[in-house]
């Protein structure tokens, strides 16, 4: 058996699979230039805080705004975040051909966003996290 791929900085090997990864998306009227943008985005109903965070200059930085304004997350959040990554991965990589390219090339090997910090989207860092933005791809 393959060992599996694993990815987390957008610019590593296999980088590309990350919400960080530079890929502009078209959705709502708006090009969004990360998956991450839009995920957080779609955290809040407030047209500021969606703003702010569609045109936060980096990724993290987007990221780093949704936690400041935390307070406002959709109650419904948990309901929704599921739905809304599989969402967005699934965009990302049917707007990008080159990255939906890379994707079909990984064959059948298992993927996983190996992260230390994140073991409900990534593997935790150790395996035992639940990896469900791989499922996503």
Request: no cysteine; charged share 25%; hydrophobic share 30%.
């Amino acid at each position: 058996m393959a060992d599996p791929i694993l990815f987390y900085e957008p610019f590593d090997e296999h980088g590309f699979l990350s919400n960080f990864y530079p890929s502009n998306i078209l959705l709502e009227g708006k090009v969004w230039p990360t998956s991450e943008h839009y995920y957080q985005a779609k955290k809040f109903t407030s047209p500021q805080i969606i703003n702010a965070i569609y045109s936060a200059p980096t990724p993290e930085k987007a990221f780093e705004l949704s936690r400041t304004y935390q307070d406002e997350v959709r109650a419904n959040w948990d309901e929704l975040k599921w739905q809304t990554m599989d969402f967005i991965v699934r965009e990302k990589f049917s707007q990008n051909s080159q990255l939906a390219f890379w994707l079909v090339n990984t064959g059948s090997d298992e993927i996983k966003e190996h992260s230390h910090k994140d073991s409900y989207w990534g593997d935790g860092g150790d395996g035992s996290g639940e990896n469900h933005l791989a499922e996503s791809s």
